[in-house]
């Protein structure tokens, strides 16, 4: 097989084309930014399906990744680390439907909030994943075993035929243009880079008015957020800022000695459900659709990096 074509270098981009090469095949990706300048290094990067449908896929995608993060916890170059979630639940007692994949799940009666109107928690295993390490630890695994990248826009999917028959299309937000994928749109988060004096992850965000998450990472910890669909301010205000510091001085009193040192916008690539499936184009020209991970690119990157590998071998 001719040398497959991956467009888009976030945290979809990179793990597919490194799971492509691993596999023996011939890589390119070509992309308009990589590492922490794409839409992935500003992901907080918490193992945990969120925003993604549907459940039944999306549920085969998390175990595989689940498992690749276990590995990759032991190699501290990588930047993962293992954590101790909680979440707070708001609207039932009942465990995710993503329990039987992650280690020590436990119920809990309600503790350990200020916050009112909580039934309990959800506390499990799981691991974070440091975007401005593991992303390009991830870039230099994939060049070192033999796949190139090429800084370029691409406008239109034919750009990329020239090169190779096979193309893998991991854009997230720009598959609305490139694909002319009307149902993407953008669901802008804001979170705060704070110094970090936790060691547990906390996320409070199944009722709005009380939308908080603590997610501590190697050197800082991330305070977040908000969750604005649709919306594509850039800039951050000083009331949402301020917004996410009472929030979650709320959920983690633990923050309130936390030095603020910067504040990120990012946009998660939303869409009903993820896309992940082939095309055929005309004459040999082939297609696999790997983007709309919403709030689970991390979540489900193996996963679905490993999904794109059997759709290629189904082409050979």
Known sequence: MAEIIIIGAGITGLTTALTLQRAGYQTKIITK?????????V???LWKPYEANPPERVLKWARHAYGVFQ???????????????????????????????????????????????VLGLYRFKTFVSDMSYYLPYLQKQYIDDGGT?????????????????????????????????????????????ASKTMNENWSD????????????RRDV????????DHDTRPEATQEEIDGIIKRCHALCPQTKNAEILGVKVGFRPMRPE??????TLGGDKYIIHNYGHGGSGPTLSWGCAQEVLELVRAKA
């Open 33 to 41: 930014d990589y590492g922490i300048n794409s839409a992935s290094g």
């Open 43 to 45: 992901s907080a990067a």
């Open 71 to 117: 590995q990759e916890v032991m190699r501290p170059e990588s930047g993962v680390l293992p954590i101790v979630a909680h979440n707070v639940l708001r609207k039932s007692f009942e465990k995710p439907f993503w329990h039987d994949v992650v280690e020590d799940g436990t119920l809990l009666k309600q503790e350990g909030s200020e916050n009112d109107n």
């Open 149 to 193: 990248i090429e800084l370029q826009q691409i406008k239109h999917i034919d750009e990329c035929f020239a090169q190779g028959l096979v193309v893998i299309n991991c854009t997230g937000m720009g598959s609305k243009l490139l694909a002319d994928d009307k149902s993407m749109y953008p669901i802008r988060g804001v979170v705060l880079i």
């Open 205 to 216: 965000t199944q009722d709005p008015a009380y939308m908080a998450y603590v997610i501590p």
């Open 221 to 228: 910890m991330i305070m977040g957020g908000t969750h604005d």
């Open 274 to 279: 993820i896309r992940l499936e082939a095309e």
